[in-house]
């Protein structure tokens, strides 16, 4: 999942203004540096709860524009990581609103989907509202509103409905064109929902930041692959029930229940509502790490929360098992508990920092193509690289829940480590979720103390695997060797820094 932060050194100027615009209003800057800058310093704002569900209200908004940003934000929560490519988005809207149309024509389906009365007089409202003229005006937008809520329909019954009276997608069904899906997600861009990069396609992405309150806004509770966990974790008497309840075929086996569940949009908080308190207690029993008390509500949030953070993981490199190490490098270096249990990357929380460890030498070891050197013992760093018969580089990793304070026993610890070593260490290297400012005066002192000029680096995990999946773009030879150099420095080095001290050394 990309966080605004990484997203941003992939956006050209127009698309950082749209994001500017987004949440500063009147702020006019003309270079992409300054666009960034301001950016990140009102990161705060950005992730504002309210701002997030204020720019999510499209009452206001075009009729088209409305419904194709619902169906291309579907699309992108429905996707791994929230990130799909400008292809990817055009195809799934079309597919979306083909499947739609497709949907209302099966009248077995609608009648199991639809309450017949709701349905009825919803029509009839429907009707009324569009034979007036070709639009509806923003009090008959907010009638329809009124009445799905009173009615409890969806807004894709909204769509299965508008179908039937040949007004969806458009008027006589006709699909929206690339153009007007083009003008959506513009649209998204500029209330700051949806960020547009490039790297080598163009993309669309929800960051991480807001993707929580984005999904809960817009009734997507759960990624389909999170939700057929859940369900995949109910048995069969539990989904026969429920699909029951809803006067929907509940016959078959447990894999047609489960596919019918999905089929009749039928949400995560829906499917828990129908267990009574001790049930859901019994369910939250099952899940490692999730508090099993409160409210009703309360615990369906809980599960729905677990089943958030549940990755599908395909561990990106299956020949060596230290790779899903590598694949939640930020999340053991900050001690992410929930989302490492959740994921099934530790069974115990004293593993956490051993399998960081393993994260980095597998990181400089496969990734930056480095020949890591055995040291005997155990007082000593985590990690060495020489550099030639003469000079060396350490580094140390640091697992912390909160940022790096740098003690200092840490400044003694290193220092001894330094010292001991028989090749001149040249570069010591600190690995971290995140640092302190105190840390940068402390990393300035072992530079000193070490009496030996060596550099000390700050390096965030984050930033560092950037620096892993990057560093062979920013070298024009055809086999290039990643360059130490890049780590040179005593301070905190943030990806900006990283980035250009790369442009130059690489090349």
Known sequence: ??????????????????????????????????????IIKNIDEFKNTERVKRNLN??????????????????????????????????????????????????????????????????????TAWKKDEA????????????????DLSIRDHYLMESK???????????????????????????????????????????????????????????????????????????????TSMNINASGKKENLIERTLKYDIRPSQVLAHFNNPEL?????????????????????????YYENVTVRVDSDPTDGRSVYYDFFEELASRNYKVLRTNKVIDKDANVEKYFEEATRYLFEKKLGLQLEDMPGSKHADGKIKLNAKTSVLWDNKSTEQPYTFPEDH??????????????????????????????NQAQKL???????????????????FVAENWRDYSGQKNPSFDLQVFNLTQVLDRKLLSNRMDWIMK
């Open 411 to 440: 400044v003694e610890q290193f220092l001894g480590y330094i010292r001991s070593e028989k090749t001149k260490v040249s570069m010591f290297l600190i690995i971290a979720y995140e640092f302190t400012a105190e840390s940068i």
């Open 136 to 151: 509806l005006n923003a009090h008959e937008i907010n009638i329809l509103y009124t009445l799905r809520d009173e009615l």
């Open 447 to 465: 530079k000193v103390f070490s009496e030996d000029d060596v550099g000390v680096a700050l390096i965030r995990a984050e930033d560092l695997k």
């Open 165 to 243: 009276i040949g007004r969806f997608p458009q008027k006589g069904n006709k699909l929206h064109s690339a153009r007007h899906i083009d003008q959506a997600l513009k649209d998204l861009q500029l209330r700051g929902i949806v960020l547009r990069f490039k790297s080598d396609e163009t993309y669309y992405v929800i960051p991480n930041d807001i993707v929580r309150v984005v999904r809960y806004e817009m009734g997507e509770e759960l990624r389909s692959e999170s939700f057929n966990q859940l369900l995949n974790n109910l048995n069969v008497s539990q989904l026969r029930s429920i699909l």
């Open 1 to 38: 999942m990309l966080h605004l932060q990484e997203v941003l050194p992939m956006m050209s100027k127009m698309y950082l203004s749209r994001t500017v615009d987004s949440f500063l209003k009147g702020v006019k800057l003309s270079h992409e540096e300054e666009m960034r800058d301001i």
């Open 281 to 305: 207690t019994q369910l939250l029993r099952t899940l490692e790490g999730v508090n099993v008390s409160g409210t009703k509500e309360e615990k369906i949030k809980n599960i729905i929360d």
């Open 58 to 127: 499209f009452r206001t908004t075009e009729r088209d524009v409305t419904l194709l940003n619902r169906l291309i934000l579907k699309c992108l929560l429905s996707s791994e990581n929230y990130i799909l490519t400008d292809k990817q988005i055009h195809e799934k809207v079309f597919a979306l609103q083909s499947q739609i149309l497709m949907d209302s024509k099966d009248e077995s389906y609608i009648t199991a989907k639809i309450d017949p009365m709701s349905n009825r007089i919803y029509t009839a409202v429907l009707n």
